[in-house]
């Protein structure tokens, strides 16, 4: 059996054109105000369902045992509003709001936390909050003109997305960017 580990998280990636191409618009913008930004590249944007870190070879089969027992119907979410963490003072990620489709993706949640926390997979500390990164602050550079951006993208609508599947996908980092594969796939059940 190989030792290797498997950096990893269960996802929703992000498949709706129109929303990505509002998302890109909106970091020009955030760009313009002169800030160190690591801008996450649309097409590995995702909604982290659970982070799961560097796991066992060994570990990622039962974790894709444990999805397939995941149900859900298909449903749509809708982003709008941008957000930070951890707050607009000391900005560290720049994100995308869920409204619509926050209950549904809460309780696939609830259906993996169980039964990651049996396989010995310590909880994620900050919780289960919904969110689409969009990008990273790298410095405090411009940081004024930063949070004033965003205090005026707060109620921003991006668009409404079908949600058919979650994915348990792979991030391999390289020095240009995370690299994501998908390893396995759950479909929604009618």
């Known amino acids: 059996m190989s030792g290797e580990r498997v950096r990893s998280f269960i996802a929703v990636d992000l498949d709706e054109i129109e929303i990505k191409n509002r998302i890109t ?3 020009q913008d955030l760009e313009q105000t002169g800030a160190s930004l690591k801008i996450v590249q649309p097409e590995i944007m995702h909604l982290t369902l659970r982070f799961l870190g560097e796991i066992p070879q060994a570990t990622v089969q039962r974790v894709i045992e444990a999805m397939d027992e995941i149900r859900f119907s298909p449903f749509e979410a809708e982003f709008r ?3 930070v963490f951890p707050n607009i003072r000391r900005i560290s990620v720049i994100w995308i709001g869920i409204t619509t489709g926050q209950q549904q993706l809460a309780k696939i949640f609830e259906q993996i936390e169980p039964r990651l926390r049996q396989m010995g997979l310590e909880p994620d500390n900050k919780g289960f909050s919904p969110h689409l990164t969009i ?3 790298r410095s405090g ?7 004033k951006s965003i205090e005026n993208m707060r109620e921003v609508e991006f668009g409404k997305m079908a949600i058919n599947a979650v994915r348990l996908k792979k ?5 240009r960017g995370p690299i994501y594969t998908t390893l396995h796939e759950v ?4």
């Open 187 to 190: 479909n929604a059940t009618s």
């Open 171 to 175: 991030s391999t980092l390289t020095p």
């Open 141 to 147: 550079l411009n940081k004024e003109a930063l949070a």
């Open 25 to 27: 618009r909106t970091q």
């Open 135 to 137: 990008a990273r602050v």
């Open 81 to 83: 509003g941008v957000g």
